[in-house]
């Protein structure tokens, strides 16, 4: 059974920096693309960041691109979401999902609030 857990999340300070993680169990995880997203309250769903099974990263919106990095380690079967330069708009929910959106994690709060 997939299992999905992320951690990281908190209240952060505007232009400050979080780093989200995220465990995978339950499935071959290093043969598996893995996406970050996120939902603010009243919003619709948005992707994040994606990074295929050999690392490669993708998929970074405008909204994020060059704050953001996304990243893996395979031996520990986990992903992480490197998030800098954090600004108000970033507040919302973060989720760790295979491929690009099919299995959800819990999901992580970020605040980005003075």
């Known amino acids: 059974q997939v299992r999905l857990v992320e951690s990281g999340g908190g209240l952060v300070q505007p232009g400050g920096s979080l780093r989200l993680h995220c465990a995978a169990s339950?499935?071959?995880?290093?043969?598996?693309?893995m996406s970050w997203y996120r939902q603010a309250p009243g919003k619709e769903r948005e992707l994040v960041a994606t990074?295929?099974?050999?690392?490669?990263?993708?998929n970074y919106p405008d909204s994020v691109k060059g704050r953001f990095t996304i990243s893996r380690d395979n031996a520990k079967n986990t992903i992480n979401l490197q998030m800098n330069s954090l600004k108000a708009e970033d507040t919302a929910m973060y989720y760790c999902?295979?491929?690009?959106?099919?299995?959800w994690g819990q999901g992580t709060q970020v605040t980005v609030s003075s």
């Open positions: 999902t295979t491929g690009l959106g099919q299995e």
């Open positions: 339950g499935f071959t995880f290093r043969t598996r693309t």
């Open positions: 990074i295929n099974a050999w690392g490669a990263e993708l």
